[in-house]
């Protein structure tokens, strides 16, 4: 699946050489479409949030607080608002007193939950194998 990805990288980035025929490297994030888009997720709260919310059918702004123990307002509302520029993350506004706001997950969020669920097990696996590794080279 990795060499899958890299090719697509490589071949996308190719392209995007071809046309500009510059000297930029072929990472650079304006050149890289790919890489703007992942790059969404290697920040530490947006995954969880999708998987949280994918697991639940609407949730408010208070539950996936609670849901997030360690996660501040500010945080969880600017990745809320990102997710939801991304088009991942849905948000509903009731005209009710006090206003009633619910998160849901897309139709293009649910299509990335397989994946997500895909690395989560990874990481369960690997758990283990990962702090080993961790705690070796802390010595």
């Known amino acids: 699946m990795f060499d899958t ?3 697509v990288i490589i071949t996308v980035n190719q392209n995007i050489m071809n046309k500009n025929n510059s000297n930029k490297s072929k990472w650079s994030p304006e050149d890289c479409p790919i890489r703007g888009i992942l790059d969404r997720f290697g920040d530490k709260w947006s995954i969880l949030i999708i ?3 994918g ?3 609407k949730m408010r702004f208070s539950e996936l607080n609670k ?3 360690d996660i ?3 945080m969880l ?3 809320l608002r990102t997710l939801e520029a991304d088009g991942l993350v849905k948000r509903t506004i009731y005209p009710e007193v006090p206003p009633r706001v619910e998160y849901e997950v897309t139709v293009l969020g649910k299509s990335l939950l397989p994946h997500i669920s ?3 097990q990874w990481a369960v696996k690997n758990e283990v194998a990962i ?3 961790r705690a070796a080279f802390q010595q």
Do not use: F, P
């Open 118 to 120: 895909g690395l989560s």
């Open 131 to 133: 702090k080993k590794s």
């Open 51 to 53: 998987l949280i919310l």
């Open 77 to 79: 509302t600017v990745t």
């Open 55 to 57: 697991e639940n059918e």
């Open 72 to 74: 501040s307002q500010k």
């Open 67 to 69: 849901e997030i123990s």
């Open 5 to 7: 990805y890299r090719k």
